[in-house]
């Protein structure tokens, strides 16, 4: 392959750009692909391990922007944290490796607003198509596909208490989140094998096939998209320009992508020039429409076995489990700290579940950056379908500027009412007795707060739970940045796929979702070059 020139370049290597540059790599006409990455070509041994997860997540690193946010008004003007995975693999490489989709509403959703070719009937095949679930393969699930999609290895106890707390607080058990029902509590499904961590990454460009066709650009930052009038002919890549033959593809998440469109000129004018950057197309939305899941996280001090802390215990148990993990991979080091969860809803009237639940083996305060010397517990709940709307813009001129990240969270009051709604039923299922049995103080407050007091708990501690999404959103309207099938409007030869481009977010975790939206993507590309 030409080291300047490609057929596609692809910008990004998380879920939904390895799906891209390895489906169009694979096509008949073997297309040559360069897919770009700003960050490292394969993973740290930290990735790797899933429990690793507790050290990628709090701090930048190799494999983690660590971006924050500006300050929220909400949020008692705090910054919120913005944790990012860089790398081939991208956010697979520190996610927490649960495997959900959402629900069928959301992308029938999604059709309803004229995205044409997205409604659950569309969707589902590809879900299917894209895992290789150890329970095998039915109307629901696939296997083959190039995601593992396995039950824990060795979930603890206290995640098992925690269902059966749920449980006792009338939440129906669910143990497939993705299937025919999303709706109850359980154990979650992880992207592992044989209890390590599969990132995207792995899955699917190292499963062994050869690929001379596709070449793997990492430690390269884009800059720009490069045009040739109106139709998109290259990347400028560090000093380098790379050529695109057919189309440009750009898959840098949900805040990449705005980020690099607006360096490449696309996007909301005056903000452009304001940092002197040439306008080519005037998109209002580039940036818009920022969802995420606002998440409140009730920590509690619990002494028992099987869960987490900064301290001498767990570190021994740590150092004890490493021979369990490397021979048969089993054991606390295969733990995504998030074992345990479900969709709940807010109350009866509600038609489907507006809540979700994340159960960790240990505390988390402030994404795991503020550590205590105790063992504990902590129950996430987040809005699943938010109605608050922020924005991403530029940081500077460069890429290398961290974005201005604005998920204006809480803006809608309806989204504090649902949070708090959410915060009383983790009261109430903490308080049930399966987990009552193990006792425990809570970190944050008393325990007890009222309705008043557990707002100001919100205000000074939600955050996200890693889902931005929307920011170059897909639609049948003039004004969304690319079109049903993920063209950017104005521009030829030039697409977006990724979780950015999620009209609506969707009611669950997004790696399944934008790997999804990677294989739709690399479909339509090779379908609207045949003749
Ligand atoms: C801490 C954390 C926990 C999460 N937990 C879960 C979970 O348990 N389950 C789940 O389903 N989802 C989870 N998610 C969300 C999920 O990982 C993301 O939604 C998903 O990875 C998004 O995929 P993407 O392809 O859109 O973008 P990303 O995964 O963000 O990848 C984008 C890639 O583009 C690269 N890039 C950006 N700009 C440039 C540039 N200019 N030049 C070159 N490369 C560039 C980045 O370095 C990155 O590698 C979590 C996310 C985080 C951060």
Redesign the pocket.
């Known amino acids: 392959m030409d080291k300047e020139e490609a057929d596609f370049i692809v ?8 799906a891209v540059a390895a489906r169009l790599a694979d096509a008949a006409d073997r297309p040559s692909v360069c897919l ?4 490292p070509a394969t993973p740290s041994w930290l990735s790797r391990v899933p429990m690793g ?1 507790v050290a ?2 709090p701090w930048r690193g190799r494999h ?2 660590a971006y924050q946010t500006v300050p929220q008004a909400q949020l008692d003007g705090r910054r919120g944290y913005v ?18 989709r959402g629900q069928p509403q959301d992308y029938d959703g999604w059709a309803a607003l004229g995205c044409v070719g997205w409604s659950w009937r569309d969707v589902l095949p590809v879900f299917r198509r894209i895992e290789d679930n150890t329970r095998g393969a039915d109307d629901w699930h696939g296997t083959g596909g190039p995601l593992p999609v396995s039950d824990l290895r060795s979930p603890g106890p206290l995640s098992r208490a925690f269902v059966e707390a749920a449980v006792q607080c009338g939440y129906p058990r669910n143990d497939d989140f993705n299937g025919p029902r999303q709706e109850g509590v359980g154990l ?1 499904q ?2 592992q094998r044989n209890g390590r961590r599969v990132d ?1 990454g792995s899955a699917y460009l190292g499963d062994g096939k050869p690929r001379p066709n596709l070449r793997v650009l990492a430690g ?4 720009r998209i490069m045009f040739d009038g109106q139709r998109a002919s290259g990347v400028l ?1 560090g000093e380098r320009h790379l050529r695109a033959r057919r189309e440009v593809i750009v ?7 705005p ?2 469109l607006m360096l490449s000129g696309i996007g909301p004018a005056a903000h452009l020039r304001e940092l002197g950057i040439a306008v080519l197309r005037d998109a209002p939305d580039v940036g818009a429409h920022l969802q995420d899941h606002v998440d409140y996280t009730a920590n509690l001090r619990v002494r028992a076995d099987g869960l987490f802390g900064t301290n001498p215990a767990t570190l021994a148990r740590l150092t004890g489990s490493i021979g369990a993990y490397r021979r048969r991979g089993e054991g606390m080091l295969t733990s ?1 700290a ?1 074992e345990a969860g479900g969709f709940i809803r807010s109350g009866p009237q509600v038609e489907r579940p507006d809540l979700q639940l994340h159960f960790c083996i240990g505390m988390v305060d402030d994404h795991n950056r503020r550590m205590h010397l105790a063992s504990g517990l902590a129950l996430h709940v987040c809005v699943l379908r938010p109605a608050s709307r922020g924005c991403v813009r530029l940081g500077g001129a460069g ?1 290398a500027d961290a974005p201005l990240i604005d998920p204006n969270f809480l803006a809608e009051p309806q989204d504090m009412e649902l949070l708090l709604e959410g915060a009383r039923i983790v009261r109430r299922i903490l308080a049930a007795p399966a987990l009552a049995a193990y006792g425990g103080r809570a970190l944050h407050g008393t325990g007890s707060e009222d309705d008043e007091g557990l707002r100001a708990l919100i205000r000074a501690h939600a955050d996200t ?5 929307g920011t170059c959103r897909m639609g049948a309207d003039a004004g969304a940045v690319v079109d049903p099938r993920l063209r950017v409007r104005g521009v030829q030869g030039l697409r977006v796929a ?3 481009i999620m009209p609506t977010l969707v009611s ?8 999804m ?2 294989e739709m993507a690399a479909a339509f590309v090779l379908a609207d070059q045949r003749p």
């Open positions: 910008v990004g290597a998380g879920p939904a750009g390895c770009v990455e700003i960050g997860i990628l997540v983690n922007y944790p990012r995975g860089r790398g081939v693999g991208g956010s697979s490489l520190i996610n927490a490796m649960i495997c959900t979650y992880v992207f995207a390269a930052p884009a800059r890549v898959c840098a998440g949900a805040i990449g992508s980020q690099l995504n998030a890429v739970i890693y889902h931005p999404v990724d979780a950015s669950g975790n997004t790696e399944a979702p934008s790997a939206i990677g």
